[in-house]
């Protein structure tokens, strides 16, 4: 069977952990502060801090910020639980706006979906690919959306307006009118779970982006407390000599990274452009070499004029397929010995939000998507021979089912 998204674990990987394991650092340590120095630097972005997930990350994020009862936030219908669970962690209503064809956010949506209550907007980086940053952070500082904000407290006063977390879980690496992502919002969290691109085996980077009269190095510290229960030193900070004591400065939370996963993420960081990216890059246009004479399938955008994607998931669209078929066609690729996955099931699909009145007919390129869409393997030790494989198990599976 070819799996869907092994991560990398070679010997490189193994003797970094173990140094970490023999150095007595098991939680967060210089191995974390490393690692988020040399985000920072690949980044291009003042401060990052590194998280065990981008779920706790971000709704850090959101509660720092005062999310709370009777605030929305929009977010996309087509993405993963996390992003609108964050929002409903706070309190918060999630008010999902519709996608464009390219797998992100309608701007228009968003706009038309503002409202005085709006506090923050999520937009999601599906598969890798960037939002329009720049449509989103015009919107937000236009003088028609200006007027509309209304801030509960006094950080919300200080920015004095609507808060833009980039949801980057899938698109780390990826450029943006040449930037990598992570300075194009006033905050990007980034995904380094077991299937991402650059994995921690679990974890998470907030890049920290705020504009004046913000201090993003202060902030960094501040949000570093939050990230350790609001104690005013880490554990680190309390190996120096007479430098126990501590005091806890808000009632903060427990997301921090440790030292044995910072490690595995920076032998991955160092290689990332050069073996990583390039690899996968590789595997997209085979891909799409392979796909692209047959009319009855799509392949992904993965560059345009301003974007280049991460090369995450490989999204391939269906033509004239009923839910049922494509349904049918994922389960004889499985029987052709290749794992594919479908991402994602939108928000309303699921029980959690369509309980909560959500309705799948309100977005209907969401819709459309999800019916149509396959998720291809794409992972750095997956050679072309397998890349022939998982195309032929596809086009023989689409015939058997189609015809």
């Known amino acids: 069977m070819i ?27 210089p191995r974390t502060k490393q690692f988020e120095k040399e985000i920072a630097e690949y980044c291009k972005v ?66 038309k979906a503002i409202t005085p209550r709006t506090k923050a907007i999520i937009p999601v980086d599906l598969g890798g690919l960037p939002v329009d940053y720049d449509a989103i952070m015009n919107l937000v500082k236009s003088p028609e959306v200006l007027a509309q904000f209304s801030a509960n407290n006094a ?60 201090s993003n190095s202060e902030l960094y510290k501040h949000l570093n407390i939050l990230s350790l229960h609001g104690q005013s030193k880490d554990a680190l900070a309390k190996t120096q000599k007479g430098a126990w004591e501590y005091d806890v400065i808000d009632a903060g939370f427990k997301c921090n990274m440790t030292d044995i996963l910072a490690a595995i993420g920076l032998i991955e960081l160092r290689r990332y452009d050069a073996e990583t990216m390039q690899r996968r890059k590789e595997i997209f246009q085979e891909y799409s070499d392979g796909f692209m004479q047959e009319s009855w399938c799509r392949t992904p955008l993965y560059q345009d004029e301003m974007r280049e994607t991460s090369y995450h998931l490989y999204l391939l669209r269906l033509h004239d397929c009923s839910l049922e078929e494509r349904n049918s066609i994922i389960q004889e690729i499985f029987n052709r010995e290749v794992a594919v996955n479908v991402h994602y099931k ?43 494989t998982v195309i032929k198990a596809v086009k023989d599976a689409y015939h058997a089912v189609k015809g």
């Open 3 to 29: 799996p869907f998204s092994p991560p990398r674990i070679d010997d490189a990987i193994i003797n970094e952990v173990t140094a970490a394991l023999r150095s007595g650092w098991i939680t967060t340590g």
């Open 46 to 111: 003042e401060a990052v801090l590194a998280v065990n997930s981008w779920t706790a990350g971000a709704e850090m994020i959101l509660k720092w910020f005062g999310i709370q009862a009777g605030d929305e936030v929009i977010v996309p219908a087509y993405t993963y639980c996390a992003t609108a669970n964050i929002v409903v962690h706070c309190g918060a209503t999630p008010v999902m706006v519709d996608i464009g064809d390219d797998f992100c956010m309608d701007v228009e949506a968003i706009k």
């Open 155 to 214: 950080i919300q006063k200080d920015l004095g307006r609507i808060l833009v977390l980039n949801d980057a879980a899938h698109s780390f690496g990826a450029i943006y009118k040449g930037k990598k992502v992570g300075t194009c919002c006033d905050f990007t969290v980034f995904s380094f779970h077991a299937v991402k691109n650059l994995t921690t085996a679990e974890g998470g980077g907030i890049c920290i982006n705020m504009p004046a009269p913000f």
């Open 346 to 388: 939108p928000l309303p699909l699921l029980t959690a939000y369509a309980s909560r009145g959500y309705q799948m007919d309100a977005y209907p390129v969401s819709k459309a998507s999800w019916e149509a869409v396959i998720t291809l393997p794409v992972y750095f030790d997956l050679n072309k021979e397998q890349v022939q």
